[in-house]
Nanobody, 125 residues
Framework: QVQLAESGGGSVQAGGSLVLSCAAS????????MGWFRQAPGKEREFVGG????????VYADSVKGRFTISRDNAKNMMYLQMNSLKPEDTAVYYC??????????????????WGQGTQVTVSS
């Protein structure tokens, strides 16, 4: 089991920045590739980005590519989502998730075994 907890959400004006953190506890964090997802009101949860177990490989949704950056620190059992140039359409609850194997692509929620509770990000225009 891996327990995940997001933090760092809040309210920001368009064009601003936020850094979300995901703290992991339980089994060895470095054994998992990780992802960030988000869910806006009235919409389905969608993929934001993912990172391999080492952090050497990252993938992003087209909607955030060039604005968001994922990093991880396995020594601290932490993953981060640096969000720049935020837009009102980035408003959502953001979740971190862990997956133990490559059964599905990073984009597919079915591949993730553990989820955090989410943190709210609100971007005003």
């Amino acid at each position: 089991q891996v327990q995940l907890a997001e933090s760092g959400g809040g309210s920001v004006q368009a064009g601003g920045s936020l850094v979300l953190s995901c703290a992991a506890s339980g089994r060895t964090f470095s054994g998992y590739s990780m992802g960030w997802f988000r869910q806006a009101p009235g919409k389905e949860r969608e993929f934001v980005g993912g990172t391999s177990w080492s952090g050497a490989n990252t993938v992003y949704a087209d909607s955030v590519k060039g604005r968001f950056t994922i990093s991880r620190d396995n020594a601290k059992n932490m993953m981060y989502l640096q969000m720049n140039s935020l837009k009102p359409e980035d408003t959502a609850v953001y979740y971190c998730a862990a997956r133990s194997g490559p059964r599905y692509t990073y984009y597919d929620q079915r591949g993730y075994d553990f989820w955090g509770q989410g943190t709210q990000v609100t971007v005003s225009s």
